[in-house]
């Protein structure tokens, strides 16, 4: 059976390290605007570029140029089984990314939403440093390390993002309540929205995740 699924997150809320889980156990493509923009940074490209003058004022991505790297990425990839981790982030990004599926006689099969409280959001973001070549994270208090240790993952420097500051999460935790709640009531009105608690282990959440994909029969 086709697989298509939607996770919703704020920042901070684990929403990579659970579109990876879920793809992996279930053998679908994660689809993440961000790391397929930090590729095309670490490229040099223009599309690289232009996602850096975004994000590092703490900004999202207009909607074209998310709809356009999720449409360009699939279509090499394919579309019949993904999870799309940070997009849409805007109800007319999931308009319009129904309207393209739609083309492909193809629909949304499921949406998940991961929900975290801002304190906890601020508390993670403010703790965490990031691989500047593959993205991991890591958090300084409970990975036990510094600015420009090596990656674990892959040996490349960590540091601070540049968005990862108090007043650029301000920003987007703004953001995100005025543009990208609105997608979970798009979809609620459409296949509906599963909520789960982030403060849970990632374990515990990814558990909830897999039996209720299993119990939907959606994979």
Same mark, same amino acid.
């Given at each position: ?50 996602? &850096? ?10 909607? &074209? ?28 990004? &999931?308009? &319009? ?123």
């Amino acid at each position: 059976m086709k697989r298509r699924i939607v996770l919703l997150g704020p920042p901070a809320s684990g929403k990579g390290t659970q579109a990876e889980l879920v793809a992996h156990r279930f053998g679908m493509l994660h689809v993440s605007t961000g790391a397929i923009l930090r590729e095309e940074r670490n490229r040099g490209t223009d599309l690289g570029k232009e996602a &850096a003058r975004w994000t590092s004022q703490g900004l999202l991505f207009p909607d &074209a140029l998310a709809l356009d790297v999720v449409e360009c990425y699939l279509d090499v990839h394919g579309w019949d089984a993904f999870i799309l981790d940070g997009f849409p982030r805007t109800a007319g990004q &999931a308009r &319009a990314f129904d309207a393209r599926l739609s083309s492909r006689e193809a629909m949304i099969d499921r949406v998940f939403s991961l929900c975290l409280p801002d304190e906890e959001i601020k508390r993670r973001v403010l703790d965490r440093i990031t691989c500047t070549r593959c993205g991991a994270t890591f958090s300084r208090g409970l990975d036990e390390v510094s600015d420009g240790d090596a990656c674990r993952i892959c040996g490349a420097r960590l540091e601070r993002r540049g968005d990862d500051t108090l007043a650029a999460l301000e920003r987007r935790l703004a953001q995100h309540r005025q543009l990208t709640d609105p997608v979970i009531d798009y979809y609620q009105q459409s296949v509906g929205v599963t909520v789960l608690d982030a403060m849970r282990t990632r374990d515990e959440i990814f558990s909830t995740l897999c039996e209720l994909l299993e119990e939907r029969s959606v994979v």
